[in-house]
């Protein structure tokens, strides 16, 4: 079958908050989700993002156009 998935950022979170909202929503536990999130971050090269409100990061992304 096909699944359709909303991906909506949080705007007024940080990369890590909207990270931690998504995984918090699949009943993991702390250890797993901290484990998850840095995975990520070092998987997509975004560690320098992790604290960086998402409306902050999208006006940096931008600019750079």
């Known amino acids: 079958g096909i699944v359709f998935q909303d991906f909506r950022l949080l705007p007024k979170k940080t990369v890590y908050e909207n990270l931690k909202y998504v995984l918090s ?4 536990n702390n250890t ?14 975004i560690e320098r993002y992790k604290d960086i409100k998402v409306k902050d990061l999208l006006e940096i992304v931008n600019k750079g156009k």
């Open 25 to 28: 929503e699949r009943n993991l």
């Open 32 to 45: 797993e989700i901290e484990t998850r999130i840095n995975q990520a971050l070092i998987n997509f090269q």
